[in-house]
């Protein structure tokens, strides 16, 4: 069974550091892109970053841009997104999702089909 | 930067059918994905590249797209069908969401 299970949230302070963890199982990890998407709260989705099947390109919201950085360890079969400088807007849920990319007639395409739990992270004095 | 616009809310009685739309510049040719999203849940894939259903979600959930918009349609709404529904494209290396919109099945 295909699974995802992020950890590591908890309440921290404006300007302070969090790491983000997503363990994965049931599948081949190292198959497929990995994305953290936040929602905060009374908020919709937000696309916070992606990093590629092999780890070697990486991808930011402006947002997060900077402050963030998303990793991967093949080994661990795991995510993990490490954010500093943290502010008070990025208080939400945090999920990670995989994500399917492949070639159609038309194009390119990509979908996120797997999504964890969650977890949620506090900024908060 | 991309941007995707929804209605931020939508009405139906159960039985009916809820059609949420999507727009942004070309989505038509961004192969749109839907997520349905209830309070305390992780979303759910249940449209793909435009108009696929992954296994498991239900016939009355179908997707089109034409030009600059997406369309997702839920025929037969159920009661359990309410919840907020995303639309989500990829653009120039970054993910984009529409706002929502939440469906209430009344």
């Known amino acids: 069974q295909e699974q995802l299970v992020e950890s590591g949230g908890g309440v921290v302070k404006p300007g302070g550091s969090l790491r983000l963890s997503c363990a994965a199982s049931?599948?081949?990890?190292?198959?497929?892109?990995m994305n953290w998407i936040r929602q905060g709260p009374g908020k919709g989705l937000e696309w916070v970053a992606q990093i590629n099947n092999r780890g070697t390109i990486t991808s930011y919201a402006d947002s997060v841009k900077g402050r963030f950085t998303i990793s991967r360890d093949k080994a661990k079969n795991s995510l993990s997104l490490q954010m500093s400088s943290l502010r008070a807007e990025d208080t939400a849920v945090y999920y990670c999702a995989r994500e399917v990319a492949g070639i159609a007639v038309a194009g390119n395409y990509y979908y996120m089909d797997v999504w964890g739990i969650g977890t949620t992270v506090t900024v908060s004095s | 930067s991309y941007e995707l616009t929804q209605p931020p809310s939508l009405s139906v009685s159960p039985g009916q059918t809820a059609t949420i739309t999507c727009s942004g510049d070309y989505l038509g040719d961004k192969f749109a994905s839907w997520f349905q999203k209830k309070p305390g849940q992780s979303p759910v894939l249940v449209i793909y590249?435009?108009?696929k259903r992954p296994s498991g979600i239900p016939e009355r959930f179908s997707g089109s797209s034409s030009g600059n918009t997406a369309t997702l349609t839920i025929s037969g709404t159920q009661s359990i069908d309410e919840g907020d529904y995303y639309c989500q494209a990829w653009d120039s290396s970054a993910w984009v969401f529409g706002g929502g919109t939440k469906l209430t099945v009344l």
């Open positions: 049931g599948f081949t990890f190292s198959d497929y892109l």
């Open positions: 590249q435009g108009y």
